[in-house]
Every structure is written in C-alpha cells, then in structure tokens.
C-alpha cells in the first residue's frame, strides 16, 4: 500500500537540502504551494482517496527532476519517481500514473486526463493570482541565470505571449483563475506600452 507520508517527507527533505540556490521559482516554496493548490482542487471535485494519492504524489514530485537537471526535468523527475517509490509501497502501475500526470505538466501543457489537468492548472494556479508579479519576478531572475532571457524586453514578450497562449482546463480554475489571468495579462501589456515609450 502507498506510503504517501514517507514519500512526502523523502522529497521535501531532498528538494531543501538538495536543490540549486539559483533555482527562485522552481524551490521548494513552489512545490509546496502546487501541492496545496492541487488539494485544494482535489477537495473542491471531491476525488476519492486513491486518486488523491497519485495526485497528491505527482504533486510533490513534479519538479525533482530539477535535484540533476534543469532541461527535460519532468522526465528526470519521473526516473526519481520510478527509483523511489517502490520503497515506499507504490504499485508500478500507480507509478505509471503518477509520471503521466508528471509529464502533462511539460510547457506545452498536454493533460490526457482529469488528473493530469488538475496538477496542470495547479501548477500554473498563480497566473491568475494577485501574487503574479512577485512569481514571475522570480520566474525572470531563474531564467536570466539559464540564459533563456536576455533582456527585459524579451521577458515582456514571453509574459505575454505565454499568458495569450495559455488555457486553464478544470471547470474551477476557468471559473476562478482566468479572469484574474486576464487581469494579469492587460495589466502586463499596458506595463509594456509604457517600458517602450521610456
């Protein structure tokens, strides 16, 4: 039987002790907070328990792929799911559920299911949150150190063209989520209008 506590406390031990300084988005505070979002979700659609637990693990393991990579960390995050859980009672099947849903959360977001939309939405929750500047802002400094920005101009840039692009899949976070995401984004786009006329 999954031993969702023992697997919560191994990766949240690992991901403190273990995870990069320069990493200010994707730290441990991250996936706490995707990990709380996607109970909260789980709550809302009252998913039964054995759901909860791959969803909740998936949650948690989501982004330990970052612990030895920082390119393809979903699938380096799915080999420590593979290695780990076993230890911890997980089934291979169960395992195979949880990397799916892992791997849904790869940019371009892909969920082929239920579950694999909620860690999804739960993942980007913040972009329709009053907390979206001081995330991204995190967000900037991270990828200004891995080079995937170079300039303020282009951070302004991908903001936008990420947010346009973006869809949010469970009936919840549309309800509740878009709008402040709408919000956000022609917020940004006036923010832009202004850095271009300075």
Known sequence: MADLKRA???????LEERLPDYLSYHDLGHTLYVHKIACMLAEEFGIDEEDRVLLETA??????GFLNTYRDHEEAGCLTARDVLPGFGYSEEQIGRICEIILATKVPQNPQNFLSELLCDADLHYLGGTEYDFIAGN??????????VQSEDSWYKMQIGFLENHRFFNPYSKAHCEPGKQRNLERIKADYARFLSA
Request: charged letters at 30%; one cysteine or more; proline letters at 0%.
């Open 139 to 148: 967000l900037y400094k991270e990828f200004q150190e891995q080079k995937i």
């Open 59 to 64: 949650a948690l393991y989501h982004d330990c």
């Open 8 to 14: 919560k406390h191994f990766i949240l031990s690992e």
